[in-house]
């Protein structure tokens, strides 16, 4: 097709797109356990204005692969509510199914993990991705590990919290179903050497289960770790 109309009925209105390139399988998959908040409003946000922060928005349609092994890149991914947004280039696959990003505080890492889960939650929508292209398989489900908060009224810390996500998403990704992962600081909010050590065996199980998952951390024990895992990229 040279053209699609999305409508989106919450919003009471539709766009119309142009795809980027061959456009195969279903369109609209369940994502439930996300919680969408990133790409609510970027729907909110390509569905009744014309651009953002009076820059127009290119989206293009993604390129739907089919087949039994996950895939996933994306070439100039930006995050949509950016004035001037940094593009970034990446590729998951079944020997690199770990991304593991280090660096400074403000560097863009969780930028980048709020950018990929926007766009794959997008592209399950039918719609448009702010990308020069991507292409990628259908997810069955984003799991996000973002924003974890305490809770005082429940006696609740934040590392508590951390843990029962964590926890939550080992078992929900035990079922065989094909699932995106994303967790910013990893490994967080308790003491460094027992975070690092938790750190380590997340990472190192869900490389050996295969998930797609894309992590955040400042801790030092991890980046040596994450060096050293086969199927991990820092």
Not at 178 to 204: C, H, K, M, Q, Y
């Amino acid at each position: 097709h040279q053209s699609c109309n999305v409508n989106v009925p919450m919003y009471r209105t539709s766009i119309q797109c142009t795809p980027a390139g061959p456009f195969h399988g279903p369109m609209v998959v369940s994502m439930r356990p996300f919680r969408p908040a990133d790409a609510i409003r970027a729907v909110q946000v390509t569905t009744r204005f014309p651009s953002v922060h009076g820059a127009p928005v290119h989206l293009g349609l993604p390129e739907m692969i089919e087949g039994n092994e996950p895939h996933m890149e994306a070439r100039q991914l930006f995050h949509l509510l950016l004035r001037t947004p940094v593009p970034y280039d990446f590729e998951m696959g079944p020997n690199s199914n770990f991304i593991f990003l280090t660096g400074a505080n403000m560097a863009g890492k969780s930028t980048f993990i709020k950018s990929v889960g926007a766009a794959v939650y997008l592209a399950h929508l039918g719609m448009g991705v702010p990308a020069a292209s991507m292409k990628l398989t259908l997810f069955d489900g984003v799991l996000s590990n973002i924003n974890v908060m305490d809770n005082i009224a429940k006696g609740e810390s934040y590392f508590f919290n951390e843990v029962q996500r964590i926890k939550n998403t080992l078992q929900k990704i035990n079922d065989g179903r094909n699932w995106l992962v994303l967790i910013d600081e990893l490994g967080s909010g308790t003491d460094p050497v027992e975070g690092a050590a938790l750190g380590g065996a997340i990472l190192e199980e869900l490389t050996r289960r295969g998930t797609f998952t894309i992590a955040t951390t400042h801790l030092g024990a991890l980046k040596e770790l994450a060096q050293e895992v086969p199927g991990v990229v820092n």
